[in-house]
């Protein structure tokens, strides 16, 4: 019963947040602003999507390669492609095939996987935190809500430095082990590949908003879009729908032109259609990837991980 209601929260969320934004604007116009997107959109689009999804694999690839195991690129690139799929379907299930797939061909244990994983998402939320910081110390004005969660990320993340750099005892247990071990000098080399992969989400979010006439100068992109993206990927919604549109208008409407339904309707169209290019994507490549040799091996590992218990580890929420 109570995971029945976990499996049917987010859909609430999402259904809650959708049906506030749409109290606000019209169905109608965000189907016409779509439609009057520039004819660039769709194109630059796909290519912005196809960038985030090599910059992605590459950052998995080194980071694994340098806390797990290593693995040619074009088996991560299979594999993170096929998860797409599959975390489209249960994010979860995503996550955890990679950790069973470099289980079973790999031989490393499980609770390493899920620990590189752990240090993988680490290093995403830590990338968008120094973007964010780095574009409200230039932009000129950022909403207060902004400042207060970037000060609050800054202090948990000088507890968590402090945490890494003593290593306390009660921290010695598996689940933590690449995290310690990696300290501060290979948390600072998994930050850097991570970069163009957060990056490569900036472009691709700034030039939708663009698409469609919503001009956000890009200092100001850069300390929102951070945080755009980190409340998107709060596990509290499906696909971040009804998150991101919520958080995307409360930000982003002000620079687009038109009276205050008209500016929310721009950015709502933006948004979507955003969501639909990438959604539409990942779901192409995971049906391709998924067909190869390594994407069978990886449907494989997904079996075998549905066949044994739940190891519910407190991970945070999924990667953008």
């Not at 859909?11 to 169905?27: D, E, H, K, M, Q």
């Not at 409407?253 to 205050?260: K, V």
């Amino acid at each position: 019963m109570r995971k029945g209601l976990l499996r049917l929260l987010p859909w609430l969320v999402t259904a809650g947040l959708l049906f506030v934004v749409f109290r606000r604007i019209s169905i109608a116009e965000v189907v016409a602003d779509a439609r009057h997107a520039a004819g660039w959109t769709v194109p630059v689009g796909y290519a912005c999507v196809a960038a985030v999804y090599l910059a992605d694999s590459f950052a998995i690839w080194k980071t694994f390669g340098w806390f797990l195991t290593r693995m040619s690129f074009a088996d991560v690139l299979l594999v993170r492609g096929a998860t797409y799929l599959l975390a489209a379907i249960n994010y979860n299930v995503g996550q955890g095939a990679i950790v069973y797939f470099v289980h079973r061909n790999a031989g490393t244990t499980i609770m390493r996987g899920v620990a590189t994983i752990l240090l993988v998402l680490g290093t995403n939320v830590l990338a968008l935190l120094f973007l964010a910081s780095g574009g409200m110390a230039v932009a000129p004005a950022v909403p207060a809500a902004v400042k207060i969660l970037v000060a609050v990320a800054w202090g948990g993340l000088a507890l968590y430095a402090t945490l890494i750099a003593i290593r306390p005892r009660w921290l010695d247990r598996p689940i933590f082990e690449v995290l310690l071990n990696a300290g501060l000098r290979g948390h600072a080399r998994a930050l850097l590949v991570r970069v163009p992969h957060i990056a490569s989400l900036v472009v691709f979010q700034f030039a939708l908003l663009r698409a469609f006439g919503v001009r956000v100068p890009l200092v100001d992109a850069l300390a929102m879009l951070p945080v755009t993206f980190l409340v998107a990927v709060l596990p509290i919604s499906v696909q971040g729908l009804g998150t991101t549109q919520a958080t995307m208008t409360y930000f982003f409407a002000r620079y687009a032109p038109g009276n205050p339904a008209a500016q929310e309707a721009l950015v709502v169209a933006a948004s979507l259609v955003g969501q639909a290019i990438a959604l539409s994507f990942q779901g192409l490549l995971g049906v391709a990837c998924l067909k190869s040799r390594v994407g069978r091996a990886l449907q494989a590992s997904t079996k075998a991980q549905a066949a044994v218990p739940p190891v519910e580890p407190g991970t945070p929420a999924r990667a953008t």
